[in-house]
């Protein structure tokens, strides 16, 4: 059996190749044991092309899911970068409402309200791997939301306190206590001697206060109103009526001419007359009256 091996292996393998031009044939000759050699290698590159095409496509696939790991990572970069920015604006804004109010609430003397001074740490810190980046975006998301409420409430309760700062407001500026113009008082509210009698045992009500001052000198109002009257009215001479909130009006006689007519919305301290002598008076002066809900009153328990 042995020796019968031994010549199958010495035996040769001859192949005959026979060109189609009809030239020569030629002879190929080869052991079985040579043959045995190149199936050997043809096998071992096979193999060898086998596992390189694996590599590649292992490689290829290692690289893809690197682009796609570096894109994500990237990304969270991006929207941390994004959100810490937005917090930092909702901060400012924040901020911005706190002293808003604080200005508010000092400016109608009301006590300041309770608003959080700070909002939740952030830390100053960078984002540096993607475990890290996605806690942080979660966690500034979550303050972004409680900030963004924050503002929202925060605004509503702005624009009460504004509401009610400028419904005090408009009731202080119609609160008649600016002087319509400086002078000396002649004659004050109250039960007086006429001063147009020779005898001033007689005694009338004077239901205003006169000051004394140059002709043309400015009358200005004393308080934000609607002017109601415009004209002259026997006595008074040419007179200026204003209406105010709180059921109040004043009056300004005696004026050498008027600057407003009826229906025009005046503010404090605009000038609207200039002083003068006409109706019944005695010399240049402003006769100033207040009246609460149709009935004079001292104008000296307002002004200043």
């Known amino acids: 059996m ?38 050997i290698a043809l096998g071992a590159t096979l193999l060898l092309l086998i596992i390189a095409l694996v590599n590649i496509y292992s490689a290829r696939h290692t690289v893809a899911e690197a682009k796609r790991i570096k894109a994500q990572h990237d990304e969270q970069m991006r929207q941390a970068m994004e959100l810490n920015q937005r917090l930092t604006e909702l901060e400012k804004r924040r901020q911005l409402i706190d002293e808003q109010q604080r200005q508010i609430l000092k ?4 006590p300041a309200a309770s608003i959080p001074s700070e909002t939740p740490s952030r830390g100053g810190g960078a984002v540096g791997s993607r ?8 966690a500034m998301t979550a303050e972004t939301d409680m900030l963004q409420r924050q503002m929202a409430d925060y605004e509503v309760q702005t624009q ?14 119609s609160v008649p206590n600016r002087w319509p113009l400086v002078g000396r008082i002649t004659s004050t509210f109250g039960w007086r001697g006429s001063p147009f009698r020779r005898s001033r045992s ?22 934000d109103g609607v002017v109601i009257y415009a004209g002259w009215i026997s006595g008074w001479g040419r007179m200026v009526k204003i ?60 002004l200043p």
Not at 131 to 138: C, F, G, I, K
Not at 248 to 276: P, Q
């Open 202 to 223: 007689r005694q009338e009500f004077h239901n205003g206060i006169d000051i004394a001052a140059p002709r043309g000198t400015a009358v200005h109002a004393a308080a």
């Open 243 to 302: 209406r105010h909130q709180g059921g109040i009006v004043t009056s300004y006689a005696h004026n050498s001419s008027l600057l407003v007519k009826e229906g025009d919305r005046v503010v404090k301290g605009e000038i609207i007359a200039r002083v003068g002598s006409s109706g019944r008076s005695t010399g240049p002066h402003l006769h100033f009256t207040i009246e609460k809900n149709g009935r004079p009153v001292d104008p000296m328990d307002y």
């Open 160 to 173: 009460q306190l504004f509401d009610m700062a400028l419904s005090r407001l408009n009731l202080i500026m």
């Open 2 to 39: 042995t020796n019968v091996k031994k010549r199958r292996r010495g035996e040769r393998l001859t192949l005959i190749l026979i060109p189609n031009s009809g030239s020569e044939a030629r002879r190929l000759s080869i052991t079985y044991k040579q043959i045995q050699a190149i199936l």
């Open 131 to 138: 475990s890290t980046a996605v806690r942080s975006l979660a």
């Open 107 to 110: 400016l109608v003397g009301s």
